[in-house]
Protein backbone atom coordinates (compact mmCIF):
# COMPACT_ATOMS: atom_id res chain seq x y z
CA UNK A 1 0.00 0.00 0.00
CA UNK A 2 1.43 3.62 -0.66
CA UNK A 3 2.07 5.52 1.92
CA UNK A 4 0.17 8.59 1.04
CA UNK A 5 -3.11 6.11 0.69
CA UNK A 6 -2.22 5.06 4.19
CA UNK A 7 -1.88 8.59 6.00
CA UNK A 8 -4.90 9.22 4.27
CA UNK A 9 -7.30 6.42 5.02
CA UNK A 10 -5.29 6.79 8.67
CA UNK A 11 -6.33 10.70 8.35
CA UNK A 12 -10.00 10.12 7.92
CA UNK A 13 -10.22 7.09 9.85
CA UNK A 14 -9.13 8.66 13.05
CA UNK A 15 -12.31 10.99 13.30
CA UNK A 16 -14.66 8.05 12.93
CA UNK A 17 -12.73 6.25 15.96
CA UNK A 18 -12.80 9.20 18.44
CA UNK A 19 -16.48 9.06 17.48
CA UNK A 20 -17.22 5.53 18.47
CA UNK A 21 -14.93 6.13 21.10
CA UNK A 22 -17.26 9.36 22.53
CA UNK A 23 -20.58 6.97 21.50
CA UNK A 24 -19.40 4.01 23.52
CA UNK A 25 -18.56 6.09 26.76
CA UNK A 26 -21.83 7.84 26.55
CA UNK A 27 -23.94 4.90 26.40
CA UNK A 28 -21.99 3.45 29.16
CA UNK A 29 -22.80 6.30 31.26
CA UNK A 30 -26.24 6.14 30.53
CA UNK A 31 -26.68 2.14 31.53
CA UNK A 32 -24.87 2.90 34.22
CA UNK A 33 -27.49 6.01 35.56
CA UNK A 34 -30.21 3.77 34.82
CA UNK A 35 -28.55 0.44 36.65
CA UNK A 36 -28.37 2.86 39.41
CA UNK A 37 -32.26 3.99 39.14
CA UNK A 38 -33.33 0.25 38.82
CA UNK A 39 -31.59 -0.54 42.27
CA UNK A 40 -32.83 2.69 43.81
CA UNK A 41 -36.29 1.82 42.70
CA UNK A 42 -35.94 -1.94 43.99
CA UNK A 43 -35.63 -0.60 47.25
CA UNK A 44 -39.07 1.03 47.39
CA UNK A 45 -38.13 4.26 47.51
CA UNK A 46 -40.43 6.91 44.94
CA UNK A 47 -37.83 8.50 42.46
CA UNK A 48 -38.75 11.52 41.22
CA UNK A 49 -39.55 12.65 37.66
CA UNK A 50 -36.62 14.98 37.45
CA UNK A 51 -34.23 11.87 37.58
CA UNK A 52 -35.13 10.48 34.23
CA UNK A 53 -34.28 13.43 32.01
CA UNK A 54 -30.87 14.62 31.01
CA UNK A 55 -29.84 17.78 32.75
CA UNK A 56 -28.39 19.57 29.64
CA UNK A 57 -31.19 18.82 27.12
CA UNK A 58 -32.42 22.78 26.95
CA UNK A 59 -29.05 23.57 26.19
CA UNK A 60 -28.64 20.40 23.37
CA UNK A 61 -29.62 21.96 20.32
CA UNK A 62 -27.86 24.69 20.53
CA UNK A 63 -24.46 22.93 21.39
CA UNK A 64 -24.86 20.37 19.07
CA UNK A 65 -25.54 23.64 16.33
CA UNK A 66 -22.17 25.06 17.00
CA UNK A 67 -20.10 21.55 17.12
CA UNK A 68 -21.88 20.97 13.71
CA UNK A 69 -21.06 24.06 11.99
CA UNK A 70 -17.33 23.63 13.73
CA UNK A 71 -16.91 20.51 12.48
CA UNK A 72 -18.31 21.65 8.84
CA UNK A 73 -15.78 24.01 8.78
CA UNK A 74 -12.98 22.25 9.84
CA UNK A 75 -13.49 19.48 7.16
CA UNK A 76 -13.99 22.15 4.85
CA UNK A 77 -10.23 23.66 5.85
CA UNK A 78 -8.51 20.62 6.24
CA UNK A 79 -9.92 19.28 2.72
CA UNK A 80 -8.67 22.63 1.10
CA UNK A 81 -5.26 22.46 2.85
CA UNK A 82 -4.80 18.60 1.86
CA UNK A 83 -1.67 18.39 -0.52
CA UNK A 84 -2.47 14.55 -1.30
CA UNK A 85 -4.00 13.73 -5.19
CA UNK A 86 -6.40 11.24 -6.03
CA UNK A 87 -5.40 8.98 -8.79
CA UNK A 88 -2.49 11.11 -9.74
CA UNK A 89 -4.82 13.78 -11.19
CA UNK A 90 -8.04 15.34 -8.97
CA UNK A 91 -6.66 17.22 -6.17
CA UNK A 92 -8.11 16.45 -2.29
CA UNK A 93 -9.17 20.13 -2.54
CA UNK A 94 -11.74 19.91 -4.76
CA UNK A 95 -13.91 17.52 -2.08
CA UNK A 96 -14.30 20.83 0.42
CA UNK A 97 -17.99 20.43 0.16
CA UNK A 98 -17.89 17.41 1.66
CA UNK A 99 -17.91 20.02 4.70
CA UNK A 100 -20.98 21.59 4.26
CA UNK A 101 -23.62 18.27 4.92
CA UNK A 102 -22.28 19.48 8.65
CA UNK A 103 -22.54 23.10 8.22
CA UNK A 104 -25.58 23.13 7.08
CA UNK A 105 -26.90 20.28 9.51
CA UNK A 106 -25.62 22.60 12.45
CA UNK A 107 -27.27 25.94 10.75
CA UNK A 108 -30.62 23.77 11.29
CA UNK A 109 -30.14 23.07 14.39
CA UNK A 110 -29.34 26.68 15.64
CA UNK A 111 -32.01 27.60 13.85
CA UNK A 112 -34.20 25.08 15.63
CA UNK A 113 -32.65 26.29 19.17
CA UNK A 114 -33.71 30.37 17.66
CA UNK A 115 -36.94 29.20 17.20
CA UNK A 116 -37.43 27.31 20.12
CA UNK A 117 -36.30 30.37 22.28
CA UNK A 118 -38.54 32.56 20.90
CA UNK A 119 -41.48 30.10 21.14
CA UNK A 120 -41.28 29.78 24.79
CA UNK A 121 -40.59 33.89 25.37
CA UNK A 122 -43.96 34.50 23.89
CA UNK A 123 -45.71 31.87 26.21
Known amino acids: MNPQTLSFTAMMLAPVLIALIF???RHLQTKARYHAL???AEKGVDLPTALFTDAQANFSERRRGLVLIAAGLGIMAMMVSL???????QSI??????GLLPLVTGLGYLASWGLNQRSETHR
Open 38 to 40: VQI
Open 23 to 25: FRY
Open 83 to 89: PFRIDGE
Open 93 to 98: ASLWGI
